[in-house]
């Protein structure tokens, strides 16, 4: 069921506040062990990349994904639930060392989350792997540009 406070908004369940704030709060030089907040130790993750299972193997996956980063920050722009699930639509702009000649790159995606015991247990982003990149990788950003411009003239 969900909250209401006193004025009559609609408050999210803590499990959702918990997960937007500390996404909002992740960066480059972030440990990862506050995942442990937020996920379920027998989370379900997937990505367009990777299908992970287990908050050890996150966690590590995070690790590792982060060590190439300059700098990454989330906004979320909008969540919406109903009871234990979610979807989460964010904003990631990040920095990769060898992406983009190092310069940010923006990309908007969603998530849907559902959640156990207050914490997310299964986890599925939604996102163009092209923005996040492929467009970003020298030759491939070249081809992959040439045959957007290719179906729009189609």
Known sequence: ?????????????????????????????????????IYHHDVAFIDPMHEINGLVNLTKYFSELYENVAYCQ???TQSFYQHQHAAVYWSMTYQHTKLNSGKPIVVEGHSYLEAKGGKVIYHRDYLDLGQMLYQHVPILGRI???LKAR????
Not at 6 to 35: K, M
Not at 151 to 154: G, Q
């Open 144 to 146: 992959i540009s040439w």
């Open 1 to 37: 069921m969900e909250q209401v406070s006193e004025h009559g908004i609609e408050q999210r369940p803590a499990w959702l506040v918990n997960f937007c704030d500390t996404y909002q709060s992740l960066s480059a030089d972030s440990s990862f062990e506050e995942l442990a907040l």
């Open 151 to 154: 179906i729009k003239t189609v």
């Open 74 to 76: 989330f906004k979320i």
